[in-house]
């Protein structure tokens, strides 16, 4: 099941940020987003009444910018970032998105590729965006 993510969710969305990505936007910042940025969305996937995916994004106008994208690593290609994906793309859609705009790690490859699948292109390289790795801009129009 899709819906909207809830303040009940945050504890175990950062529990899954540290398990796939080994690191949290955190707590207190997606309690933000979620309850007091307007323009902030946050959706999950569940099964069985567990968190096991999540996507967060804002919406400015007619454009969209995805902070966070995550499926939970036994869950991984079986198809529920794609569900959730396009489940995310209808509702940006509906909300009058016309263009989304991302930033992946050069070295994630798998991401690049579903990217790509849905028409993203590749706009520039972000010099050290992470840590310790350079990210890729992607763009594409949400139709």
Same mark, same amino acid.
């Given at each position: 099941?899709?819906?909207?993510?809830?303040?009940?969710?945050?504890?175990?969305?950062?529990?899954?940020?540290?398990?796939?990505f080994?690191?949290t936007?955190?707590? %207190?910042?997606?309690? /933000?987003?979620l309850?007091?940025?307007?323009?902030?969305?946050?959706?999950?996937y569940?099964?069985?009444?567990?968190?096991?995916?999540?996507?967060?994004?804002?919406?400015?106008?007619t454009n969209?910018?995805?902070?966070?994208?995550?499926?939970?690593?036994?869950? /991984?290609n /079986?198809?529920?970032?794609?569900?959730?994906? @396009?489940?995310?793309?209808?509702?940006?859609? @509906?909300?009058g998105?016309?263009s989304?705009?991302?930033?992946?790690?050069?070295?994630?490859?798998?991401?690049?590729?579903f990217?790509?699948?849905?028409? %993203?292109?590749?706009?520039?390289?972000?010099?050290?965006?992470?840590?310790? @790795?350079?990210?890729y801009?992607?763009?594409?129009?949400?139709?």
């Amino acid at each position: 099941m899709i819906r909207k993510a809830s303040l009940d969710d945050l504890q175990t969305i950062v529990d899954l940020e540290n398990k796939v990505f080994g690191h949290t936007l955190g707590y %207190a910042f997606l309690k /933000q987003e979620l309850l007091e940025n307007e323009f902030s969305r946050m959706y999950v996937y569940t099964k069985n009444n567990q968190i096991i995916a999540y996507l967060s994004y804002r919406q400015i106008d007619t454009n969209a910018d995805i902070l966070n994208f995550l499926v939970d690593t036994p869950f /991984q290609n /079986q198809g529920i970032g794609k569900s959730l994906f @396009e489940h995310v793309l209808l509702d940006m859609k @509906e909300d009058g998105v016309n263009s989304l705009v991302l930033e992946v790690r050069t070295s994630n490859e798998r991401a690049i590729y579903f990217y790509k699948k849905y028409g %993203a292109t590749i706009v520039t390289t972000i010099k050290n965006y992470y840590e310790t @790795e350079d990210a890729y801009m992607m763009y594409m129009e949400v139709k």
